[in-house]
């Protein structure tokens, strides 16, 4: 079993930064792509980024593509989400996953708790 812990989630205003930390540990885990899903009330989970093995490959979502950058540290088994420029919009529970390098959330087999983020006008 893999296990993921977010942290870092919190209330900020608009046009603050939040980094992320996803913290990954368990037997199983071998430092697969990692990748960040948001879900804001109402609504349905989405995809907003994803990281290769090494690092070396990332792909956003053009939501949040120049405003959010994904990143991972493999020696502590951490991946980063620093997102710039926030707005209400923004505001959602944030989730990372292990999985494999897709956008897709059914390609992702292990799932953190989620951390919340709220921005306000």
């Known amino acids: 079993q893999v296990q993921l812990v977010e942290s870092g989630g919190g209330l900020v205003q608009t046009g603050d930064s939040l980094r992320l930390s996803c913290a990954a540990s368990?037997?199983?885990?071998?430092?697969?792509?990692m990748g960040w899903f948001r879900q804001p009330p109402g609504k349905e989970r989405e995809f907003l980024a994803v990281?290769?093995?090494?690092?070396?490959?990332?792909y956003y979502s053009d939501s949040v593509k120049g405003r959010f950058t994904i990143s991972r540290e493999n020696a502590k088994n951490t991946s980063y989400l620093q997102m710039n420029n926030l707005t209400p919009e923004d505001t959602a529970v944030y989730y990372c996953?292990?999985?494999?390098?897709?956008?897709?959330?059914?390609?992702?087999?292990?799932w953190g708790q989620g951390t919340r983020v709220t921005v306000s006008s």
């Open positions: 368990g037997r199983t885990f071998s430092g697969g792509p």
């Open positions: 996953a292990v999985g494999i390098y897709s956008t897709a959330a059914s390609d992702y087999r292990y």
């Open positions: 990281i290769s093995r090494s690092g070396n490959s990332t």
